[in-house]
């Protein structure tokens, strides 16, 4: 008996819940349940025995937690804790016609950003409990609530096993998990994966995971498993509140939306099982006829392509000098920001291009996109012509992304098809080959054609490859344009394609761009343009997909347009006319825009450089001194800093513009140490050294001791922050303090962290405490002038 | 559970205001940021309850394999035959919404985050007031939780197993014993059948009371 043998079966029934049989059994709360493999196996035996009397067809071994942390304290290692488990599932089901699940549960640590686990690390401690499970005939995974937890752990056994994989995750009745995966994103990323079938457990009773089914049930073709809770324990008595008769009517009832295999979580014993079995014998499978839309993800968003979704195309560094400099400093803070303000201004995906000569581009890839999914929750685009950089990409993204892009090339058909395959992308295929951009409509018509047949060969459905028939510039190809929408009209209709285009360059030589641009790309939503990739910070840009969506009979009600443009913005209330607005005005009273411009005013007459030593610094000097007398308080202190950064990002423009390098004060590195995921405070500090005109390198948090050390060597640093919020971690810090001693670095050390105090800070060898963010731009100006 | 306003006057005192208030625009962005945080949460507890015996030693809690360590929650825990292991969270909402104002405006971020720090307290406060009205005719201590005074920190771990509490409301905790979701708290309240004496909350068994910004304005945080 296989897996694939068993879904020729009207239904597949999975076991119940082996917690709750032990704890009945008499284990203590807290204590690993897969200790017992080892020590108590016949209880172990005993219990699957139960679940195989009362018609499971497959059963979970006892290893829901056998990962190398949760299994840290308990004696036991990760292989023998497995292997003892899988021998004493195959010992309750000698007949052959029960399959045995090596059962993976969460690591129990959440991964980076919310934890301090790295994807890579995840993917480790998954990879080693499915080569310890070799002899099982199943993997599951289950009780997952975070997607990339999940992707890492199917990554590890698609890639270390060739088992039939399960995957279900854990929706609360706000139809999302803890960590905030939405079901559509959950199915679309899974089924992308490779998994064979995917479902729900836990959390919930039968009754209450119907919607959450239901849903499911709409964007998966995989077979769709239920092993719901019997309820909801009681905190006192700890007894679940539906019983056995019941649970299996609610069942027949979730069998009536699709599903496939069921099973029982915490609370159910084989006497559910076995009512469920009854229950739903007399009742047929109920085909579902899915039709999943053209769509991509992030974990919490998914953004199906039903109608005209702008990609932003601003993260990429090609002609943006500023952009640039950002990518060779590895200034991460800038992508996000860059990021962030097209999702403001309207963008549904972010396209993210980091290539530039002289940088790690795949390394740099990896940084964004771990960045950037951290914060926004838009779908992510992921742009580069290396397959080893897309690979990297989309290896650690977490959702279902866009590769940009794939051509008729042979070479590049070979090389980043598989890749969209493997990790279940959508792809942008471009309308060119080995001969470069074909002239006519009918050419480009026939290399998407071919793509899309080469897509559909390797596995990739039509849905999921978007055409880009190239946009010439008018300019220089007058003749081209009408090739272009021609094209783009006769793939959506023909091939049945969504259709994506890069509309900026349309206008590249010509005066008025603007005007050429937004006309443009009108005409090219009307002929079906799906995914135009714009800059939506261009507002009649915007302007432009709104209208058409209104006109276009998209936009219902207007509803969109009418909030976008119906109520006449109100004019931001100015400050009064008589006071003269200067610099220091604006940093006191927190005017962001107002110090830019007025900033940008002063550059027109005024060296940079003076404009800092003269105005801005002393400026900042005085909101300073006002927070340390009490004055103002923590909020009106960062905003002031926040208006002295913006004033700061005009000079940074002015001078990457006319080529002159920023003087810098000196290089600072702030760290929050290992272990410490705090960096509040720590950013609050790097954002008053900027101000004060020192370089900071950021190392970020949970930052790896030996890391501060290289890095401080190599960029020859002389003052170190680091900060620490937990008892738990100040041994890093000492740590971290130590290691720079040892290695003789040349620098100067201040900490900080709530509990902190000045002598703790001299006796674990620091040079300075600062007992605010003040304080540590005091100390930099001591250390570095 | 569904929580409708913040403790505003609470976030404003750890943002170091003392007994000030505000000036009118940093008050405009603590209620927008109130707001997007309200969005943002989906609170919710679970907690149990559990017979307690000492072995002279430590405080143990039957059932599991915990053992509280320590003179400071011995001392808590004198005279109950039970306690209540319990464990509040805002969710991992609130760790996103302050990570995404991180990188756009880091004074919405600071004041979020100290509206969270004010949020989770709310959140122990209702579901204290719930769990205590579930168990009549009992008296009982206040939260006592892991890191205060001498009681280890490093229980968090098996804490939050017992609780179930990463398949029941999503709180995990890292290698260095950090909660996650951040604004989360765990804690131990004692039942016991007669009167408890008040009094011994406060800065005598808080760790910070060498270094603490409120006692050297002459302030006190509250706890």
Redo the contacts between chains.
């Keep these: 008996m296989d897996f694939k043998t068993l879904l020729k079966n009207e239904f597949v029934f999975l076991d119940g819940a082996m917690g709750t049989m032990l704890q009945a059994k008499g284990l203590k709360m807290g204590v690993a349940p897969e200790t017992l493999n080892i020590e108590k196996p016949e209880w172990i035996i005993d219990i699957h025995k139960q679940y195989v009397d009362a018609g499971a067809d497959i059963i979970y071994a006892n290893t829901f937690g056998a990962n190398r942390y949760k299994l840290s304290e308990c004696g036991y290692g990760v292989e023998e804790t497995i292997a003892a488990a899988i021998k004493n599932a195959r010992a309750a089901c000698e007949d052959g016609n029960t399959l045995v699940a090596l059962d993976i549960g969460p690591i129990g640590q959440l991964l980076e950003p919310a934890g301090t686990l790295s994807f890579e690390e995840a993917y480790d401690i998954f990879k080693q409990a499915v080569v310890a499970g070799k002899d099982c005939d199943v993997i599951v995974f289950e009780t997952m609530t975070d997607l990339y937890e999940l992707k890492a752990a199917v990554l590890a056994a698609k890639e270390n096993s060739n088992k039939p994989i399960i995957c279900t995750m854990t929706f609360e009745e706000n139809m999302r998990t803890f960590t905030g995966c939405s079901i559509n994103s959950m199915a679309l990323t899974l089924e992308g994966l490779g998994a064979d079938a995917i479902g729900v457990n836990c959390s919930l009773g039968p009754k209450e995971l119907y919607p959450i089914v239901k849903e499911l049930c709409r964007w998966t073709s995989l077979p769709v498993v239920v092993k719901p809770n019997a309820g909801l324990p009681d905190p006192i008595t700890n007894e679940y509140n539906v019983f056995p008769d019941e649970f299996a009517q609610l069942m027949k009832v979730l069998a009536t939306l699709g599903v496939k295999i069921f099973g029982g979580c915490c609370g159910t014993s084989p006497e559910y099982i076995k009512a469920m079995r009854k229950a739903l014998s007399d009742v047929k499978y109920t085909d579902r006829e899915v039709k999943i839309p053209a769509a991509c993800c992030c974990a919490s968003n998914t953004v199906v392509i039903n109608q005209p979704r702008v990609i932003g195309e601003r993260i990429n560094p090609t002609g943006k000098k500023r952009f640039k400099e950002a990518l060779l400093a590895g200034d991460i803070d800038y992508i996000l920001g860059q990021g962030i303000e097209q999702i403001h201004a309207g963008a549904d995906i972010l396209d993210v291009n980091v290539g530039l000569p002289g940088i790690d581009e795949k390394n740099m890839m990896v940084k964004a996109v771990k960045a950037l999914q951290s914060v926004v929750d838009v779908p992510l685009q992921l742009d580069s012509t290396i397959p080893e950089v897309l690979e990297a990409g989309l290896r650690i993204y977490n959702g279902k992304p866009i590769v940009n892009s794939v051509n008729g090339e042979e070479k590049s058909l070979k090389s980043v098809l598989p890749l969209v395959k493997k990790y279940g992308a959508a792809v942008v295929g471009l309308c060119l080959d080995e001969n470069g951009i074909p002239k006519t409509a009918q050419e480009r018509f026939d290399i998407a054609r071919r793509i899309v047949s080469e897509a559909e060969k390797t596995g990739i459905r039509r849905e999921d490859v978007y055409i880009d028939c190239l946009t010439l510039t008018a300019s220089a190809e007058q003749a081209g344009v009408m090739e272009t929408l021609n094209a783009l009209e006769r793939v959506k209709k023909e091939l049945g394609c969504r259709t994506v285009l890069g509309v900026s360059n349309i206008s590249f030589g010509l005066p008025a761009r603007e005007i050429v641009n937004h006309n443009f790309l009108m005409m090219a939503l009307t002929k079906g343009l799906d995914l135009p990739i714009i800059n939506p910070n261009v507002e009649t840009m915007m302007q432009t997909v709104r209208a058409y969506k209104l006109l276009a009979n998209i936009d219902l009600n207007s509803a969109e347009f009418i909030s976008h443009y119906g109520v006449q913005k109100t004019e931001e209330k100015k400050p009064q006319q008589t006071v003269s607005l200067t610099l220091d005005y604006a940093i006191e009273n927190g005017l962001k825009a107002e110090g830019a411009k007025i900033t940008g005013q002063l550059l027109e007459n005024t060296d940079p450089m003076d404009i800092v030593n003269n105005l801005l610094i002393p400026a900042l000097d005085k909101t300073g001194a006002d927070f340390e007398t009490g004055k103002i308080f923590l909020p009106q202190l960062i905003q002031s800093a926040g208006v002295a950064q913006s004033c700061f990002e005009v000079i940074k423009n002015h001078l990457a513009k006319s080529g002159e390098k920023s003087e810098s004060k000196g290089k600072i590195i702030v760290a929050t140490v290992k272990g410490d995921i705090h960096d509040i405070g720590k950013n609050i500090v790097k954002v008053l050294l900027e101000n004060y005109g020192y370089e900071v390198i950021d190392l970020g948090k949970d930052v790896d001791c030996q890391r501060v050390v290289d890095c401080a060597i190599e960029n020859d640093v002389h003052l170190v922050g680091l900060s620490a919020l937990m008892t738990t971690t100040l041994a890093s810090m000492e740590e971290t303090i130590k290691l720079l001693r040892e290695n003789n670095v040349d620098c100067k050390i201040m900490v900080g962290g709530a509990v902190l105090t000045p002598d703790y800070a001299e006796k674990i060898g620091a040079d300075f405490y600062a007992k605010d963010a003040k304080e540590s731009c005091d100390i930099a100006k001591k250390v570095l002038g | 559970m569904k929580l409708t306003k913040l403790n505003r006057s609470e976030a404003i005192r750890y943002?170091?205001?003392g007994g000030?208030t505000?000036?009118e625009?940093?008050l405009l962005?603590i209620n927008d940021c109130e707001k997007k945080l309200l969005e943002c949460i989906?609170p919710a507890y679970?907690?149990?309850?559990f017979d307690i015996t000492s072995n002279g030693e430590s405080v143990i809690v039957e059932?599991?394999?915990?053992s509280l360590e320590g003179d400071d929650i011995k001392a808590h825990l004198d005279k109950c035959k039970k306690c209540v292991l319990m464990c509040a969270t805002i969710?991992?909402?609130a760790?996103?919404l302050?990570?995404?104002l991180?990188?756009?405006?880091?004074?919405k971020?600071?004041?979020t985050?100290c509206l969270a720090s004010a949020a989770v307290e709310q959140v122990c406060d209702i579901a204290e007031e719930e769990i205590k009205s579930?168990l009549e005719d009992c008296f009982f201590t206040w939260r006592f939780s892991p890191?205060y005074g001498d009681f280890p920190?490093?229980i968090q771990?098996?804490f939050l197993?017992?609780l179930n509490a990463?398949?029941r409301?999503?709180v995990?905790?890292?290698?260095?014993?950090?909660l996650?979701?951040?604004k989360s708290v765990t804690a131990v309240m004692g039942i016991s059948d007669a009167e408890i004496p008040k009094g011994r909350r406060g800065c005598v068994t808080c760790?910070?009371k060498?270094?603490c910004a409120y006692r050297r304005k002459g302030e006190h945080c509250g706890f």
């Design positions: 943002l170091g205001y000030s505000p000036d625009k940093t962005i989906s679970v907690y149990r309850v059932g599991t394999s915990l969710s991992a909402g760790d996103k302050i990570r995404q991180e990188a756009v405006d880091m004074t971020a600071v004041i985050d579930g890191g920190i490093n771990k098996d197993e017992v990463a398949k409301i999503g995990n905790t890292t290698e260095s014993m950090i996650t979701p951040r760790k910070l060498g270094n």
